[in-house]
């Protein structure tokens, strides 16, 4: 049903689309590209083609029938991924020179248009790029990939038993012209470095409010979690009949769960921007920074993003502090402030000359965008309450946590 | 690492040496030489040549090289099927490895392999691996199943491979239950009546239990083959949702959608003041919002079925609207759908707000998606009246940007203001004729033309402005010549005086230099109403105009729920149900929502839907002037897609009900008769006089038993017969037939090519016909047909078409045209297609009518040589949407109360005399005529006759 080709590879799982069928793909899509209305879905006669882009591969799935589109489109971002693991980058060159480990690897991650195997550690046990040197290792299942565990392998083992937990917190914002903001969330995410020996069950409390409410107790800053996804590992039925989070965690990196809170935070960093253009003459910046967090806390690597039109030139800059630099390519000057206090108010001014010959192209807006990390912080307050961990031998390990709170889509519209 | 130049080989006597290379003593020489084929294999180099060389490499130790040697097998063995035996062996006993990954190895490549010959060498090996003690043989083993069962059917069924499968779905491993259960929805897809999944509330509880355990693609498998299960009753329905819920916390975007497919479709069978239900409701929105953060392709297939639920149960998001607000870094088809769903959930209470993000992306600079933010600002406006004003003034001060295409779809979304609220914002067309001018887009030119016309009586310099718009008459486009002809004539009945020049300056224009038929038509009757009737012409030219409703572009209700039911899918997508993109799918099931606990609103037939239509409408034969005139006024302005009056099935179905009564009434006697009559073996007896002659294919044809004994009731459809010989038709031979299949009337073409050139871009369009048949959609023929190739097509028929009567009344006039020329051929298709699935009449009802009949309205007929007792053609007929009410023994006689419902609402009733034992079977029928016209208003008519 699905074949997956690179222009430079392909796989064709089951008889029922020829394979030359992926010629139509291209000149079709151009097609679209140049009518303006690229869509994720093409097709030609029969056969429909879902594709995504990633740096210069198309990764295509085609099909003659009513497939399950967003099954589709999970396995081929699933492939990208199982790639970059494998080849470090996903492209042209990595595919050519391990094409016999795609090949495995196609073989593996999906049988006759089913999705099978697509955890890459789990991959990495039996298939491998080194082939003739692991060959007794190669030459039998890894138990993990048919168990109800199948993302973890058992006698994992660490001289010293840790856990790394990251609270991290994006904020979405888009604030209007007029300088009110149309829509603001966080999108959180738990992310976890596993060190720990054997098969360890673990158990994450949160200060969710929703649990508090369960058990009955108040006490404390608990928050309102919107909708939270879970890495395969957690048990969800557990988590829905008494929001416990249980799991056994994935060996080394992973996330662990991600969570939207669709409270109305006041913007981090506010900027008030006051662009005037001239015609034919010049353009006129002045961006306001505020920092609308606590005093002791601290912004690191801010930066405000400010779009120019694309036939300014000659630009001159003012700052209270930091460095502006214009980037002719992307239209844009950007401000960068190392260190941003929280409370603290900074400026920023720049002149940019205008050609006396009009440019009749139209140009979009672009909203200014702004970029920081807070670290030791979260805006939803959500806090780490406990991590327990519990394995049969009965060793000791500790859990680490860091917070961190940082810019996400975080959109300003201006007026001009 | 392999730092082998793979993809340089170039030369030509390559083929030479790597057979000797291949033929090396040394594995790893033999290795590298495998690398090297499969590498110009990759590039699409022809390396088929080295088929036995290759093969002779298979039997090996090393996996790495198996594993090559077997991907060049599922490449060639198709072209080289001789040379394929050769490695069934190796097959054979790979599948008994003690290493698990070279049995699992061995029964994947094995399905791959497709040629037939080898398939029933596979069967033995395949039996062990389906059983294999390892769980990762099992479940490659299961997927071979499917495989196998996609080259030779019969062989997987023979072999009883499929109850193995069934036995699979209680494996103690999650991972081989998913795979056995993706395998069985695969096989029952292609076998849409069989009873392959069998889902009962065990199986149900089994799959539930792998659910929690499986991979995230498994869960997939297991949730999309739960969405085809019906629950028997609520508390089922609740408890398999309660199941299903935590799935809504998954990572994976598809688990997530297929999630909410399961239950949006269980949903409808709770009862909607439950708790439960209102917790489901609220448990549905965060997870669909989330889909929203995901990337771009996956939120476009979460956006295209957030469209679906919204209008399906708008009460789910009705207060997420911000979530929708457009980013400027969306790609543009994410922006389009997330406009459409902004304005689907605009009402009084955000309004203010999407006007404000409408306005901000009006001024963006992508034009699509700029004429869609002005279209959407028309929209509201209709939409949510208390906007109306703040949306006109915002479309003002958008055409004062100047900005060609937003001027132009502003005044395209005013006029249709206009519709809706009629002389409340005339103070704007002064500035919209201060842009007639830039408009060079015809529906832009045809609106404005409209107002001026609408309201020429107020526009000083009206004639001049429509005069300026004559000069050009023979270049415009016809949507704008027929708007300029009516406005011209509205001017003209407002301003008699003046312009009595222009009018007939435009009305010979129209009538004499046209050859475009519908001008040429509707200069005409403009001519013959002024010229005979002033008066007459005012009261309908200048007729009030019916309002125009605020949703026009909501799906089909029908065509929704089945749409519900393919959440996630490509059908979801291109939101058409699958039947209209995927070949060969005839047949294949329509999904339907499982009917609402206590209420069976959901359960209607699409039927039902335009039956209501006709009870609504008032019962007159004569169309009401209002639809005249909105036929004469409004036919070009208002494209469906806008907002315009909605196509008026029920006016149409009225008539055509009427019309059949008036004159086809009898004709439809005599072909039922003819259809319970003939086909039982000779013709019937005693005719009545004004009968047609009898027509082939009517009831008579349901009770052709031949070769169907013990086959499952299915509706009647006659043998395909040839309806265009290729000598009248330029070597294009189509035979057809007729079938409903699954509620929907389906015509079955074969087409051949029987010329020498290929034939492509067909189409096929009908005549008006008795009962409004009109393809639902355009005809199916993907792939052009070459000489002497017949290609099947299945067309959906829709019973919405207009109608006129036919002589005989089942006659259907079809043209055809292709690339080589158009061709005509008529058709009758039997009567007994247009019975309803909901044509069973209540008991008390049924005696009631019966009773009500007036005897002219009955008929009277008989059937002889019919070789069935009652209950026999009872079950035979109710295959066939005749439905048995009650049947009664007097003296050894059998009588069968029947009924049916024809598609445009027209209910027969009929009493079926069956005499048993006797030799010459009679059976005796009478048939009764009812046309529903409103609820319990009936409008009867009775054909009696007496007995024969």
Not at chain 2, 900 to 922: F, H, S
């Amino acid at each position: 049903m699905y074949m997956h080709v690179l222009v430079l590879i392909c796989r064709n799982y089951k008889g029922d689309v020829d394979m030359a069928e992926i010629d139509h793909f291209m000149p079709l899509l151009m097609q679209h590209e140049e009518e303006g209305l690229l869509c994720p879905v093409l097709s030609h006669g029969s056969v429909h083609f879902m594709w995504i882009k990633h740096s210069n591969l198309y990764l295509v799935a085609t099909t003659n029938k009513n497939s399950n589109a967003s099954l589709v489109y999970s396995f081929l971002y699933k492939l990208v991924e199982v790639f970059t693991e494998y080849f470090k980058e996903l492209e042209e060159e990595s595919i050519q020179d391990n094409f016999v480990v795609v090949y495995e690897l196609l073989d593996e991650l999906m049988d006759f248009g089913f999705p099978q195997t697509t955890d890459s550690k789990i991959l990495q046990e039996y298939i491998t790029q080194e082939g003739a040197k692991l060959e007794v290792a190669k030459s039998k299942v890894p138990t993990t990939v048919t168990n109800a565990v199948s993302w973890r392998s058992e006698g994992i083992k660490y001289k010293k038993n840790e856990v790394f937990i990251d609270v991290i917190e994006s904020i979405n914002v888009l604030v209007n012209a007029n300088g009110s903001v149309m829509s603001s969330d966080i999108v959180g995410s738990i992310k976890l470095k596993t060190m720990l020996s054997g098969m360890p069950e673990l158990r994450l409390g949160l200060n969710d409010r929703v649990l508090f409410a369960l058990t009955g107790r108040d006490k404390g800053k608990t928050v309102t979690m919107e909708d939270v996804k879970f890495h395969q590992c957690v048990r969800l039925s557990r988590f829905e009949s008494d929001r416990t989070i249980s799991f056994i965690p994935p060996d080394g990196e992973s996330e662990l769960m991600s969570y939207r809170i669709n409270t109305h935070v006041k913007p981090l960093i506010w900027i008030e921007s006051i662009i005037e253009k001239f015609s034919h003459s010049r353009v006129e910046i002045m961006v306001k920074a505020k920092g609308q967090f606590k005093k002791q806390s601290v912004a690191n690597n801010v930066e405000v993003r400010v779009p120019v039109p694309s036939d300014a030139d000659s630009p001159k800059f003012k700052t209270s502090t930091g460095n502006a630099k214009y980037v002719p390519e992307k239209n844009m000057v950007v401000w960068t402030i190392k260190s941003f206090p929280g409370g603290k108010e900074f400026l920023m001014r720049a002149h940019f000359g205008l050609p006396s010959v009009e440019n009749d192209e139209l140009e979009g807006k672009p909203p200014i965008t702004v970029k920081f990390e807070i670290p030791y912080f979260t805006v939803s307050g959500i806090q780490v309450r406990y991590m327990k961990i519990i394995e049969k031998s009965g060793y000791q390990a500790l859990p680490w946590v860091r917070y961190i709170t940082q810019s996400g889509d975080y959109q300003l519209r201006t007026n001009v | 690492m392999c730092d082998f130049p793979f993809f340089s080989l170039v030369c030509t006597g390559e083929i030479f040496e790597l057979k000797a290379e291949l033929n090396s003593d040394k594995k790893e020489k033999k290795k590298e030489a495998v690398k090297k084929v499969i590498a110009s294999m990759t590039v699409g180099k022809d390396v088929s040549a080295l088929f036995p060389d290759v093969v002779n490499c298979m039997q090996t130790d090393n996996l790495e090289l198996k594993k090559l040697v077997y991907l060049y097998l599922m490449n060639y063995a198709k072209s080289q099927p001789d040379m394929a035996i050769m490695a069934v062996n190796t097959f054979v006993k790979d599948c008994e490895d003690p290493n698990p990954l070279i049995r699992a190895l061995a029964v994947r490549t094995m399905g791959c392999i497709r040629v037939d010959k080898i398939t029933e060498y596979l069967c033995e090996p395949l039996r062990k691996c389906l059983k294999d003690e390892d769980p990762y043989v099992r479940k490659t083993a299961a997927v071979c199943v499917a495989k196998l069962h996609d080259i030779n059917a019969q062989l997987v069924e023979d072999q009883g491979f499929l109850d193995t499968l069934k036995d699979l779905i209680s494996d103690s491993n999650p991972m081989v239950v998913a795979n056995a259960v993706a395998a069985l929805s695969e096989i029952a897809e292609s076998h849409p009546n069989s009873n392959l999944l069998d889902l009962n509330p065990q199986t149900i509880n089994k799959l539930l239990t792998a659910l929690n355990e499986c991979t995230e693609w498994g869960q997939i498998f297991i949730l999309d083959c739960l969405a085809n299960y019906t629950p028997r009753d609520d508390r089922e329905s609740q408890s398999i949702c309660e199941r299903v819920t935590p799935r809504l916390s998954h990572a994976n975007s598809a688990v997530v959608l297929s999630a909410v497919k399961v239950l949006m479709k269980f949903m409808e069978m709770l009862p909607k003041d439950l708790d439960y239900y209102g917790t489901l409701l609220k448990k549905l929105a965060p997870p669909l919002v989330t889909l929203l953060s995901a990337e771009p392709e996956l939120q476009y297939v979460a956006l295209r079925n957030i469209n679906l639920i919204v209008q399906r149960r708008p009460e789910i998001l009705k207060h997420e609207m911000k979530v929708f607000f457009v980013k400027y870094n969306d790609p543009i088809y994410v922006k389009l759908e997330k406009l459409d769903i902004m304005i689907r959930l605009a009402s009084q209470a955000n309004i203010a707000q999407v006007l404000a993000e409408l306005k901000e992306y009006a001024t963006e600079v992508d034009v699509d998606f700029v004429r869609k933010a002005v279209r959407a600002i028309g929209r509201c406006a209709i939409k949510v009246e208390q906007s109306a004003e703040r949306c006109v003034s915002t479309l003002l001060d958008l055409i004062q940007t100047k900005v060609n295409y937003v001027v132009q779809e502003a005044i395209v979304v005013i006029k249709d203001i206009f519709r809706k609220y009629p002389n409340k914002y005339e103070s704007v067309i002064a500035t919209l004729c201060e842009n007639l001018d830039s408009l060079d887009e015809p529906e832009a030119r045809a609106a404005m033309i409209w107002i001026v016309g609408e309201y020429a009586e107020r526009i000083d310099n009206a004639d001049e402005l429509l005069e300026s718009f004559l000069e050009g008459f023979h270049d415009e486009s016809t949507q704008v010549q027929l708007q300029l002809l009516t406005a011209i004539v509205k001017l003209f009945l407002k301003k008699p005086t003046e312009t009595q020049e222009l009018v007939q300056q435009v009305l010979s224009l129209a009538t004499q230099d046209s050859d475009n038929p519908d001008l040429r038509d509707r200069g005409y009757i403009y001519w013959r109403l002024l010229s005979t009737d002033p008066v007459a012409a005012k009261e309908v030219v200048l007729a009030e105009k019916p309002l125009i409703s605020e949703e026009t572009d909501l799906i089909e209700p029908t065509l929704l729920e089945e749409l519900i039911c393919h959440i996630g899918t490509l059908a979801s997508v291109y939101h058409k149900p699958p039947s209209a993109f995927v070949e060969g799918s005839r047949g294949v099931q329509h999904k339907r929502l499982p009917g609402s606990a206590g209420s069976g609103e959901s359960a209607d037939s699409p039927d039902t839907g335009s039956a209501a239509g006709v009870s609504e409408a008032p019962p007159a034969v004569i169309p009401s002037q209002g639809d005249l005139l909105g036929d004469l006024l409004n036919l070009d302005l208002t494209p469906p897609t806008t907002s315009g009056p909605p196509p008026a099935p029920s006016s149409g179905m009225q008539m055509g009900a009427m019309d059949l009564l008036g004159g086809g009434l009898d004709s439809l006697v005599g072909l039922l008769h003819a259809a319970m009559g003939a086909g039982f073996g000779a013709p019937p007896t005693a005719m009545p006089a004004s009968f047609p002659p009898p027509v082939s294919g009517g009831l008579d044809d349901l009770f052709d038993l031949g070769g169907s004994v013990g086959m499952p009731m299915g509706a009647y459809s006659p043998p395909k017969s040839i309806w265009l010989p290729a000598m009248k038709a330029k070597g294009l031979e189509i035979s057809g037939t007729f079938a409903r299949r699954a509620g929907v009337i389906q015509m079955e073409m074969t087409l051949t090519n029987k010329a020498m050139s290929i034939m492509t871009d067909f189409a096929i369009q009908f005549n008006r016909n008795s009962f409004g048949l009109a393809p639902a959609g355009p005809l199916q023929v993907l792939t052009p047909v070459g000489p002497n190739q017949s290609i099947e097509v299945a067309l959906p028929l829709s019973t919405v078409g207009p109608v006129m009567k036919m002589e005989p009344l089942t006659n259907l006039q079809v043209a055809v045209k292709n690339n080589i020329d158009v061709f005509y051929f008529s058709s009758q298709y039997p009567i007994s297609m247009l019975f309803v699935e909901d044509g069973k009449m209540e008991r008390q009802v049924f005696l009631a009518t019966w009773k009500d009949i007036p005897n002219d309205n009955e008929a009277q007929f008989q059937i002889k040589d019919c070789h069935l007792n009652s209950d026999a053609a009872s079950s035979k007929l109710q295959g066939s949407n005749v439905f048995t009410i009650a049947k009664r023994t007097v003296e050894g006689q059998d009588m069968l109360y029947q009924s049916m419902k024809l598609t445009n609402g027209i209910w027969v009733l009929a009493e079926l005399r069956v005499q048993a034992g006797n030799p010459n079977y009679t059976v005796m029928s009478r048939l009764v005529f009812v046309l529903t016209c409103s609820g319990a208003n009936h409008k009867d008519y009775k054909t009696e006759s007496r007995e024969v």
